[in-house]
Every structure is written in structure tokens, then in C-alpha cells.
């Protein structure tokens, strides 16, 4: 270990910097971040630290760089272009003993200025001794994803209780595995989803839970919008959920790239429906996930898009508040939205629709039961969901209600997945392609004149009719 890895505290310490440009501007960012005194010692000033020091927040002496500046500073850090001056701040800094950190210059640095996860007070550092500060970023980034942005309330939630719970608990044991609990249960759940109250309330029962029940494993149910495919295009929430499930229980809509990234042990189970042929009905999918929950297990139920839009979504909690099982909901990319945007067809334009409406292409009866002149309406783009097998009567009946046969349509085949293909036509000429080409759900059906945007604005490499 070529840097021992340490959190200094700089609230109101003198600190240190030498340069005024855009790399000055980003150290100085952080110290000022740390609540430090600083002091740049520049000729000039980039336009962020001048602002900075008419609002008073940092202090500028307008000359070049002497020896006798480091006197008393609890940090240096040199950032100008000029190697000269960058080792006379490090030669400076190091005869006193200072801390001292040369941008660029690994071998003039006495501490390295890490990539930082801010989640205050909770702080994660990432530094490669100054070898590679890009794949320090990078391995920042994915560290940003993994660690929500609400684990700083959470921590000074932690904090107010800290006191209360040594009192309660006098064996280290016992505390630690009460924090195990609270950190991975139902009150950090409430924090990440931004009820502090509840989960306040939720640690102060489980603090007055007698002994017997301290030990107790309760389970609970992630609702989770898959989004239409492309695992890229999961939540932040979405990824960390699934990685901490005990059970997946998953439909045919969504992809298996998606479901690979659930916990590894995680136990997968297929639930998925296709037009009549239910692997589990849903009122059976209803019941599996209250018994498991009760069970104790955290359960990830994933849905194909969002679970609110015909995801039936709301049926399953229904049962769920019924059973008293403790559930959150986590909205996922829908498949118009995941279609519209891999095919360049907006579902509204300024020049050509101000509205987008949803449809399904069956109810709950089977029939297409559908108010159609409600559909028929100038300056408005349709999009159906589940209405592959219907697509004849869709063109029939829009046609029949006033809506021009040559109106634009698009079906999109397995949208935003490496097997998307889009189909262009007409509401005439729809069916007829339908006929001709093997088109497999699940498919999605566009109708407007935004449809002839698809050539100018796609980006995404499809084939299509």
C-alpha cells in the first residue's frame, strides 16, 4: 500500500492554494466543500473563485508564490503549470512538515486527492496513488450508482439513535446485529424512498421491541418496473434492490439481461403470462409474493416496463396492503417511452402532436372494448400496448371513426433489445405487412404523424419493413 487512506478534518484550518485556473478551481471547490479556510495565491483568478471571493468565501493575495506562505497552513496544494513553482510549494511544504499535494506530480505528493462519493457524513474514496486518476473516476462512477444518494440522511438518522441504542443494548454483539437489521431493513427502505418520518418511527418500535422480537426476520415486496429491455436503462434504485432480494419473481417481458443482474443466489421464479396461456394466474402471482414476504424474504417481483402502466401492478398491491405485507413501488422506463426514443419517433412534437394517449389492445374480458372516438382526435398520437393480434381491428375501427386511412404507423418488435425491428406503414397498409412479415410479440403499435419522424431523428440501428 503505497498511501495509507485517511479523512482529514479541515473545518476551518487554514489550507493553502497555489494557482489560479480551472484545476485550482476544482481542489479549491473541495476544501471549501471541507469547510476550510482557504487562502489561493495566484497573479489571477478563473471566473468561479473570483465569484468566490466577492461573496467572501475564500481569501487572494494577487502576487507569485514565497516559501514563508506555507507557514502555518494545515494543507498545500500546488496547481499551477509551471514546474518550477510546483517544487519550490513542495520543497517549501515538506521542510515544516505540511501535508503537500503537486497536481499531476504523484512524485511531489505527500497525500493524493482521491475521487470522492459525497453521501454526507457517509464519505467513499477512490485513488490510484496517482497512477490513473481517470480510472479512479470511472470506478467513482460505478460506486455513484451503487450507493443511493439518501445514505447521508440515513447515516445522521443513525446518529441521532446511536446513544439511545448502547443504552439498550450493552453487548457489542447485540448492537451490532440491531444496526444490521435497521440498515438492511424496512427503515432504511423508508429513507431511501424519502418517508424519514416512518422510518424514524420504525426504528424507535424496533428500539421497544422486547428481546423476542429483535431477532425476528420481516420480509418485504420490491415492485420494479424492468423497463422494456435494455438493462442500461434501469434505476439506480432498481439495481440496488435486486441485488439485495432474496427471491426474483419475473414475467416473460422482461429480458434476461435484466434478470442476471438480480443477486446471483437469488432465488428466480417464472411467472410469466402470454395471451391465453398463464404460466400463474395472476391471482396466484397475488398470493405468492404475500407468502413469500411472510416467509421473510425479500421479495423482487419484476415487471416488463412500468408496473403501473398495464403492468396490473396495482392489483398486486392490492392484495399486498390487504395481507398487511410491507411492499415499495419502483417506476420503471415504459415501453412507449423505451420504443419512441430507440426509433426516433417522439410521441409529441410541437409541429405535429400535443397529446399521447395509451391504449391497451385487450381488456380484462379479452374484448377490445375501446372508446374510439375518444382516440380520433387531430394533433394526437396513439400507442398501443398487448395489440399485436388485434392490429386488423385497430386500423378497421380507427379508419371507421374518421381518423385518415393514410395516417403513419409504426410496430416496434422487442423495443430498445438487439432484436428490435420497426415496421412502418399506414393504417391501410399495417395489416398486409403484418401478414407478410413474422412479427412477434411483444410489439408495440404507434399511430400519428409523428411516425415520419423515424428517418430524420432514429439513431438506433434497426431493420424495418
Known amino acids: 500500500m503505497d498511501f495509507l487512506p485517511v479523512f482529514m478534518n479541515l473545518q476551518q484550518r487554514d489550507c493553502l492554494i497555489v494557482g489560479g485556473g480551472e484545476v485550482a478551481t476544482r481542489k479549491t471547490s473541495l476544501l471549501l466543500d471541507a469547510h476550510a479556510k482557504v487562502t489561493v495565491i495566484a497573479p489571477s483568478l478563473s471566473d468561479t473563485m473570483a465569484e468566490w471571493l466577492a461573496t467572501g468565501k475564500l481569501t487572494h493575495e494577487q502576487r507569485d508564490f514565497s516559501a514563508q506562505d506555507v507557514q502555518g497552513k494545515s494543507l498545500v496544494i500546488a496547481a499551477t503549470d509551471d514546474e518550477a513553482v510546483n517544487l519550490a510549494v513542495h520543497t517549501a511544504a515538506t521542510a515544516v512538515n505540511i501535508p503537500v499535494n503537486v497536481v499531476d506530480n504523484p512524485d511531489l505528493c505527500t497525500f493524493i486527492m482521491p475521487s470522492i462519493v459525497d453521501r454526507s457524513p457517509v464519505i467513499a474514496a477512490i485513488s490510484t496513488g496517482g497512477a490513473s486518476p481517470v480510472l479512479a473516476r470511472m470506478i467513482r ?15 445522521r438518522m443513525t446518529a441521532d439513535f446511536r446513544e439511545r441504542v448502547k443504552a439498550r443494548f450493552s453487548n457489542p454483539t447485540d448492537r451490532r446485529l440491531f444496526w444490521e437489521r435497521v440498515l438492511q431493513g424496512p427503515a432504511a427502505e423508508m429513507v431511501f424512498a424519502g418517508r424519514d418520518s416512518d422510518a424514524e418511527i420504525e426504528i424507535e418500535n424496533s428500539l421497544n421491541a422486547p428481546d423476542a422480537e429483535q431477532a425476528e426476520n420481516i420480509g418485504e415486496v420490491y415492485l420494479i418496473g424492468a423497463g422494456p429491455g435494455d438493462p442500461d436503462l434501469l434505476t439506480f434504485r432498481a439495481l440496488r434492490l435486486m441485488q439485495q432480494a432474496d427471491v426474483v419473481v419475473h414475467d416473460r417481458l422482461v429480458s434476461q439481461q435484466v434478470i442476471d443482474l438480480a443477486r446471483r443466489d437469488a432465488e428466480r421464479i417464472y411467472v410469466g403470462k402470454e395471451r391465453a396461456n398463464h404460466a400463474v394466474p395472476q391471482e396466484d402471482i397475488n398470493h405468492l409474493l404475500v407468502r413469500l414476504a411472510k416467509e421473510g424474504k425479500r421479495v423482487c417481483r419484476l415487471k416488463g416496463g412500468d408496473p403501473f402502466i398495464f403492468g396490473r401492478g396495482g392489483e398486486e398491491i392490492d392484495t399486498l396492503v390487504e395481507e398487511g405485507v410491507s411492499f415499495q413501488v419502483v417506476p420503471g422506463i415504459t415501453a412507449a417511452s423505451g420504443a419512441s426514443s430507440y426509433t426516433g419517433i417522439p410521441l409529441t412534437h410541437r409541429d405535429y402532436s400535443q397529446s399521447v394517449v395509451f391504449a391497451t ?35 378497421k375501427e380507427l379508419i371507421a371513426h374518421g381518423m385518415s386511412k393514410d395516417m403513419p404507423m409504426a410496430l416496434v418488435q422487442k423495443a430498445t433489445t438487439p432484436e428490435q425491428r420497426l415496421f412502418t406503414g399506414t393504417l391501410e397498409s ?14 408495440l403499435i404507434i399511430v400519428g404523424e409523428v411516425v415520419k419522424l423515424h428517418e430524420k431523428l432514429n439513431w438506433y440501428n434497426e431493420s424495418k419493413a
Open 430 to 443: 399495417m395489416p398486409d405487412i403484418v401478414e407478410r412479415e413474422e412479427i412477434k410479440a411483444p410489439t
Open 361 to 395: 389492445g385487450h381488456l380484462k374480458n379479452g374484448m377490445m372494448d375501446i372508446n374510439w372516438p375518444g382516440l380520433v382526435q387531430p394533433n394526437q398520437t396513439l400507442v398501443f400496448y398487448m395489440g399485436l393480434v388485434g392490429v386488423k381491428t385497430i386500423c
Open 141 to 155: 462512477s460505478r460506486l455513484e450508482s451503487l450507493l443511493p444518494s439518501a445514505y447521508g440522511r440515513l447515516a
